[in-house]
Structure formats: structure tokens, C-alpha cells
């Protein structure tokens, strides 16, 4: 035989009477609940959590230093060591964001400056926080590593406009990133 | 002020404005403690439920203090001024408990007030009805889920009686003689919301949800209304309020410690009692389409049952019904098996007789000043005391929903269908012959 049927457990009358089994889930879950009430629910320490239970009471103590690294927040533009925009403005994300919330606009860069090899710099990069879902595909599809999923989860805006982030502010939230790409160089 | 007493005494006196008058009152009194229950206890469910998967559940909605900004207060942080003006240092002790409390960021309510926040959410949405409803049936159907469950809690007594001078009030709406029935009828009628919305929805899923709750409820009812039988075997009434002046004179159903209750007939109907007890009990979490048996809206396969086409207020009602459905179901079960209003150990007789020798020694020439007020006023303390014992009994036993809830997964629909037909009907039907026999054998 290829297979082997699974053996049934054949259960005793008081198993199918489920008395018992219900009474010993009421005693655990009314633990859980003595235990979260008096504050000792169990692996309370490793969360150092202040809460009832297991939980973290959010805006007074925050889960940040625990975020792993590879966390979606918001996304950002970075700009390499030198300083250099990383975008070449190709709208790769533009077109691959499902939520469309980005949208770039396309500009020449300066023949004189040093990374005029690259031809193309966005001239608007705008992102709309209000329609980002934190998807990643943007990070994932840069051709360029120019745009990053930051750290960055609590977006609480008190102005609609702030919610639609242009290019400086992503810049400046986005910051430089280490590693060079160096497709653009003199040399290359 | 005479004018208005006379004009009192000649309505009052007259004993069809009198009936009226009382039964307005009780009406609205177990509207709104019912109302407030059903917040209660969506709050106790919320909360349970936060403990129990240890965490806090709601317990951040307050007045937040910032409203007083929008009202024109200037001060950003009133808790610091009222501190100050009260000379507390910023660093004592009563300074930390106030912000520990957050009320330096809101009035805390400790979450209480979330199920209305909740209720306000859920009447400014949007009201949608989607085109291909039968319209009628559809806006129907929440109104025959919400209505029953209140018009059957009608008959539930919340506490004894009073003598007035006018004549006594009997503590429950109506005071019929065929209550339990009268129960049965309704909460039976509230399946046919549930059937309505399933079927008027016009859409699969909300249509078996409602197939399923049908055939559920149908077939508890079956159980449940066998299961009580032995009980009225006991008692030999229909009569609520008679039942629970029984269980409070000579013990309660399953805690026969005083009165007659002590007789060996009694202790020997007490295997009959548990079990008709524990199918009772299971028979109200299926009526209430309480987890394990919320074969009807079981989210998981049926997108949300029968009010999947619902919004806005009218799943509100929906959602209100349940909660209404839970809090009259358990109120059942403690006036049935667990002395209702009673406050048990033989109080009520004490009370009763307590208060007829005060209201005697009141009326009575020689009695002082604090006699005849304590003479007046014996009846409503006896009462009032039995109607905070039936709050406190219900409160209890809500929680025990909530937390059967939050314990037992969900059961197969199958599952559930066979405990029914192939386990409860049976044992329901064997233990009104075990009980016939037992009042019979046994004197
Ligand atoms: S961020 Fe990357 S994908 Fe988007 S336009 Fe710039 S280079 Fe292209
Ligand atoms: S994370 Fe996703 S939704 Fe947000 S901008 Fe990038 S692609 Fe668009």
C-alpha cells in the first residue's frame, strides 16, 4: 500500500462527553486571566511589557528597539555615498506600485555636474502616504537600490497636505546609504 | 402642592391608572437595564476576551481632555493647574496615581464607554442596501432579530413585590401565568430574522448562514423546551415570579440549602436538575448563536452569515439582538435554576417578614418619626436589595458566556445537529420520566 491510513483514536465515553475536557479549558483560560489581571502572565519579562498581560501600552512604551531589520515602513529615497541621487527617475516604481501612490517626473541632470553620466534625475518624486500600503514592491523593483523601506510606522499627520511627501523630505527621511553603485562612475 | 397630591392619590387610587402607571414604569426600567446590559455586556465581552489571550482589551476610551482645548480652554495640560491650585507637589504620590489614571490626558472611563463609541462609529457609516435584496424582507430582518428577545423579557421577574398604599407591584412587566411559554414563543420568533436576512439577502453565503441558524435553533428549541420540563414538574407553575418565590422560600433549584429544600426529594431531584441544567444552559448558548454554536455566522466559511449584506445600523441591530438574545438567555437560567432575584439562605423570607413588622409598627400611632419612614420604606429596600442580587447573579453569569466563548473552539455543523437530535432530546426525554419517578417514589 503507498499510503498508511491514519488510526483514529478511539476515544472512552468520558472523552465523548467533553465535560471534563470543557471544565479543564474554562480552569486554563480563567489562569490566563487571573495571571494577566495580577500582572504575572508568563514570558512577561522577555516582552518588559507594562500592560495588562502581554502587552506593550503603546504610545507610552514602544516596541522600537525590537523592530527587525527588515521592517516595511515607510519608503524613502536615499542618496549613495557621494551624495549622488540614486534615482535615475526610470518610473519603474511608478509603474509597479500597486496602490499608486508614487509618481515621479522625469529631469535632465546638469551636463556639468559629476554624475551627469546618469543622464536622468527626477525632477518631482512624489509619494502619497495616504494611499502607501508599505508593500515594498518599490524597494523591490529599483533598479537602482535608490529607494528603501525605512523604519519609520507612525505617519500620525495632523495636516492632509504633509501626508503627500515630496522629493526633499523622502531625501532627507531616506538619508545616504553605504555601498557604492558604481555603474555611473567615470570609469565605467 | 395639595392639588397636586390629591390629583396623585384620586389617579393612583383608581386601580386601572394605577396598573397602567406601574407597568409603564417597569417597562421602561427593564428597557433600559436591558439596553444597558447589552453595552455592558459588549464591554465584559471585550474585556474578558483582552484578559483571557492576555491582553488589556479596550480600556483606553475616555473624555479626552484635549475637548476642553476645542471648547475654548486654554491650558494644555489641565491636570498640572488643578495640582497646583490644590498645593500637590508635581513628584508625590498623588501626582503619579493621576497620571498613571492618564487623567492628565483624559477623563478615564477605564473603556466603559467603548461599546457607545463603537455604536457611534457604526451609525455614521454608510447605510448600504444592495441592489438585489428584496428590499421588504431585508429591512425587516433586523427588527425581528432585535424585537422578540425584549418583548420576551417581559415576563422575567428582576425582583419580589411591594405593597404600596395603592396596592402591591409585582416586580416584572407582566406577571403572566404561562411566562416560561411565553419565553419559548419569543426568543423562538427571532429565527425568523435570522431566515429573513439570510434569505432576502439574495446572496449564498448569507443564505446558509441563515439555512444553518434555522435548522439550529429549530432543534435546540426542541431540547431546551424538554430540558425545563422536570423543572416544571417541581414547581408545578408557568408563573415566573411564583417560580422564584418557590426557589427563594425553600432553596434553589440546583442549591437546595433551606426551607423545603432540605428534604430528601429534593436532594434526589437534584441529578434530574443538573442535567436538565446543563442542556438548559447548552440549549441557550445555541438560541443566543453563541461560540461553540455560532454555526450561523461562523465567519471562517461563511464570509459573516446572515447579516454578510448588512451595515450601519442595521448590522447594529443584528449585533444588539445577539447581545439582547444573551443577556435575556441568561437571565432565563438564573430565574430558572439559580433563584432569580432570590438572595438566597432563607434572606428573603427574613427580609419579607422584616419588612411587614416595620411597616406595621410604622403605621402604628405610637410610632416615631424613624419608624413610619422605616415602615415606608421596608418594602423598597427589601426590593431593591433582591433587584441588585438578580443584577449581580446576571452580571455572573454573563461572564461565564463570555468566557465559554473565548474557551471552546467552534463545533462542525454536523456536530452540533447530533449533540442536539442524538444526545440532548434523549437525555431531556429520559429525564422527565426520572423525574416523574422520583415525585412520584419518593414523598
Ligand atoms: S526610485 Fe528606483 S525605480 Fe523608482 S524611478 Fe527612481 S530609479 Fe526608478
Ligand atoms: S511600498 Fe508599495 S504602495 Fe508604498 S510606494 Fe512602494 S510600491 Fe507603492
Not at chain 1, 84 to 105: K, M, Y
Not at chain 1, 153 to 165: N, P, Q, S
Not at chain 2, 165 to 184: K, Q
Not at chain 2, 268 to 288: D, G, H, Q, R, Y
Request: with cysteine; charged share 20%.
Amino acid at each position: 500500500m503507498s499510503y498508511t491510513p491514519i488510526k483514529r483514536p478511539k476515544f472512552s465515553l468520558a472523552d465523548r462527553i467533553y465535560i471534563v475536557a470543557i471544565a479543564k479549558g474554562l480552569c486554563r483560560t480563567f489562569k490566563h486571566l487571573v495571571l494577566a489581571l495580577t500582572r504575572r502572565s508568563r514570558h512577561r519579562e522577555d516582552f518588559n511589557s507594562k500592560g495588562i498581560g502581554l502587552c506593550m501600552p503603546f504610545p507610552e512604551q514602544r516596541w522600537d528597539e525590537r523592530l527587525p531589520e527588515y521592517y516595511r515602513g515607510a519608503p524613502t529615497l536615499v542618496r549613495g555615498e557621494d551624495s549622488r541621487e540614486r534615482c535615475v527617475s526610470c518610473q519603474l516604481c511608478e509603474f509597479i506600485c500597486p496602490a499608486r501612490a508614487i509618481t515621479v517626473t522625469p529631469g535632465e541632470v546638469d551636463p556639468a555636474s559629476p554624475c551627469a553620466k546618469q543622464e536622468k534625475a527626477p525632477k518631482e518624486f512624489t509619494i502619497d502616504m495616504f494611499r502607501c500600503i508599505y508593500c515594498g514592491m518599490c524597494e523591490e523593483v529599483c533598479p537602482e537600490q535608490a529607494i528603501f523601506m525605512s523604519q519609520e510606522y507612525l505617519i500620525t499627520l495632523t495636516d492632509r497636505d504633509k501626508g503627500i511627501r515630496d522629493k526633499e523630505t523622502l531625501y532627507k527621511l531616506g538619508g545616504v546609504r553605504k555601498g557604492l553603485v558604481n555603474k555611473w562612475n567615470d570609469h565605467k | 402642592m395639595q392639588f397636586i397630591i390629591d390629583c396623585w392619590n384620586s389617579v393612583m387610587g383608581d386601580p386601572t391608572w394605577f396598573y397602567l402607571i406601574t407597568t409603564i414604569a417597569k417597562l421602561a426600567l427593564m428597557f433600559i437595564l436591558l439596553l444597558l446590559f447589552v453595552v455592558l455586556s459588549v464591554w465584559i465581552e471585550r474585556r474578558i476576551a483582552g484578559w483571557i489571550q492576555d491582553r488589556p482589551g479596550p480600556n483606553r476610551t475616555g473624555i479626552p481632555i484635549h475637548l476642553l482645548q476645542r471648547f475654548g480652554s486654554k491650558e494644555k495640560q489641565p491636570l498640572k493647574k488643578w495640582l497646583e491650585y490644590f498645593g500637590v507637589p508635581a513628584n508625590s504620590w498623588i501626582a503619579k496615581l493621576c497620571t498613571w489614571l492618564r487623567l492628565d490626558r483624559e477623563i478615564p472611563l477605564f473603556g466603559l464607554i467603548q461599546p457607545m463609541a463603537d455604536g457611534a462609529k457604526l451609525f455614521l457609516k454608510q447605510e448600504m442596501t444592495p441592489s438585489y435584496v428584496r428590499k421588504g424582507f431585508f429591512i425587516a430582518a433586523p427588527m425581528f432579530v432585535l424585537g422578540p428577545p425584549l418583548i420576551a423579557a417581559a415576563v422575567l421577574p428582576f425582583s419580589s413585590s411591594v405593597d404600596t398604599c395603592y396596592g402591591a407591584i409585582n416586580m416584572c412587566v407582566a406577571n403572566l401565568n404561562i411566562g416560561v411559554l411565553w419565553i419559548f414563543a419569543f426568543s423562538g420568533l427571532s429565527v425568523y430574522g435570522l431566515t429573513l436576512a439570510g434569505w432576502a439577502s439574495n446572496s449564498k453565503f448569507p443564505f446558509i448562514g441563515g439555512l444553518r441558524a434555522t435548522a439550529q435553533l429549530i432543534s435546540y428549541e426542541v431540547a431546551m423546551g424538554l430540558s425545563i420540563i422536570p423543572l416544571l414538574m417541581m414547581f408545578s407553575t408557568l408563573n415566573l415570579q411564583e417560580i422564584v418565590q418557590n426557589q427563594a422560600e425553600n432553596g434553589w433549584t440546583l442549591v437546595p440549602l433551606w426551607g423545603e429544600g432540605l428534604s430528601l426529594q429534593r436532594w434526589v431531584l437534584l441529578l434530574p436538575m443538573c442535567i436538565s441544567f446543563l442542556i438548559f444552559v447548552t440549549s441557550v448558548f445555541a438560541e443566543a448563536n453563541r461560540t461553540p454554536f455560532d454555526m450561523a455566522e461562523c465567519e471562517t466559511d461563511l464570509v459573516g452569515g446572515y447579516h454578510t449584506e448588512y451595515s450601519s445600523m442595521k448590522f447594529a441591530s443584528f449585533f444588539m439582538g445577539e447581545y439582547v438574545a444573551m443577556v435575556v438567555g441568561s437571565a432565563l437560567v438564573i430565574t430558572l435554576f439559580l433563584g432569580g432575584w432570590s438572595i438566597g439562605l432563607g434572606a428573603d423570607v427574613c427580609l419579607a417578614d422584616w419588612a411587614k413588622a416595620a411597616a406595621i409598627t410604622g403605621s402604628d400611632q405610637a410610632a416615631t418619626c424613624w419608624q413610619s419612614i422605616l415602615g415606608c420604606c421596608a418594602g423598597w429596600i427589601v426590593v431593591l436589595l433582591q433587584f441588585v442580587a438578580f443584577i449581580v447573579k446576571l452580571v455572573a453569569f454573563v461572564f461565564f458566556f463570555v468566557w465559554v466563548r473565548w474557551t471552546l473552539p467552534r463545533f462542525r455543523f454536523d456536530q452540533v445537529m447530533k449533540l442536539s437530535w442524538l444526545v440532548f432530546f434523549e437525555i431531556a426525554v429520559i429525564n422527565i420520566l426520572l423525574t416523574a419517578a422520583i415525585l412520584y417514589f419518593i414523598q
